[in-house]
């Protein structure tokens, strides 16, 4: 299983972003794809998850700004970002868990830089 993460960037205070995370290879349909963070200096955290039924779970400081979704057809989870203050700034990953085998899987990190 292969996750590839896109989306990330420089941004101002406020703005917006959309990050997208691909799953490729063998993808169980009951699964848990994620997206956590990890600022400089900091341990990497939950952001938000959503299951493959479609119900989602947020980190108490994104709530009401992020949103998580996903195209199972695709095996695409997405992360609508806005509202986006100078402590969202951090390496975004990306993760696909499923239940079935136990097994996590994670994507390379992408970037989200937020200016003030």
């Known amino acids: 299983v292969q996750l590839q993460a896109s989306g990330g960037g420089l941004v101002q205070t406020g703005g917006s972003l959309r990050l997208s995370c691909a799953a490729s290879g063998i993808i169980f349909s009951t699964n848990v794809m994620g997206w956590y963070r990890q600022a400089p200096g900091k341990q990497r955290e939950l952001v938000a998850t959503?299951?493959?039924?479609?119900?989602?779970n947020y980190a108490d400081s994104v709530k009401g700004r992020f949103g998580i979704s996903r195209d199972s057809a695709k095996n695409t989870a997405y992360l609508q970002m806005n509202s986006l203050k100078s402590e969202d700034t951090a390496v975004y990953y990306c993760?696909?868990?499923?239940?079935?085998?136990?097994?996590?899987?994670w994507g390379q990190g992408t970037l989200v830089t937020v200016s003030s």
């Open positions: 959503i299951t493959s039924g479609g119900i989602t």
């Open positions: 993760n696909i868990f499923f239940p079935t085998t136990g097994r996590t899987y």
